[in-house]
């Protein structure tokens, strides 16, 4: 009787360390990354950054911040940045789930994305943004943002004395995942 009942205490010790360990695998499977694709005049290339925090010379940060005067925290800025590939790019939009229109020269929202030295800014840029989770200690710092971007962005430049604007098409899937971020179970 003390073997069986060994055994029992032996295989839910096992099945409750194996439950804890396939959560942790899912956060930890959910990591922080953007991909983008542009295609226009200069650059027609996709690339990535994965938000390793290993990795010097990148840096990913995901802040949240009031609007106004009424102390709500309503705009998130999203930054991603890969000096070894020369890439960055800024996502300034609601801190909130939807699909917002950022338009060229809105003061409030933007998208700016830099390759070399070609520097894109938002034209007329759909942003989708699926999910926000604002930290529950640090309420200036997202735990969570997922969406997603598409629409034509441009580059202005001067050669030989004129004004030169070139479209680009932009489009990219973008995720932040705080090291503190616990998702809640779906059931």
């Known amino acids: 009787m003390k073997i069986i009942f060994k055994y029992v205490i032996t295989c839910c010790l096992v ?6 360990k396939s959560q942790e695998q899912k956060v930890s499977s959910q990591n922080t990354f953007i991909e983008i ?3 226009g ?7 990535s950054i994965s938000g390793d925090l290993n990795n010097s010379k990148q840096n990913v940060t995901a802040l949240i911040f009031p609007d106004g005067n009424s102390g709500q925290y309503k705009l998130t800025e999203l930054t991603f940045l890969d000096a070894s590939q020369e890439i960055s790019v800024q996502i300034i939009v609601p801190a909130q789930k939807g699909l917002i229109e950022l338009k060229e020269g809105n ?3 933007k998208l700016n994305i830099n390759v070399g030295d070609i520097s894109l800014k938002a ?11 604002i930290d529950k200690i640090m309420k200036m710092k997202a ?3 997922k969406g997603s971007f598409e629409g034509i962005a441009i580059h202005k430049f001067t050669e030989n004395g004129k004004q030169i604007t070139e479209p680009y098409m932009v489009s990219g899937n973008f995720q932040f995942t705080s ?5 809640k179970n779906k059931k």
């Not at 099945?15 to 804890?20: G, I, K, Q, W």
């Not at 005049?41 to 690339?47: A, D, G, L, P, R």
């Not at 090291?179 to 998702?183: A, I, N």
């Open 107 to 109: 003061p409030k929202y």
């Open 15 to 20: 099945l409750c360390f194996v439950s804890v």
């Open 41 to 47: 005049n200069q650059i027609k290339e996709s690339v």
């Open 143 to 145: 735990s969570y943002i």
């Open 37 to 39: 694709q542009v295609s």
């Open 179 to 183: 090291p503190r971020y616990k998702p």
């Open 123 to 133: 034209q007329s840029v759909s942003v989708t943004i699926e999910e926000v989770v």
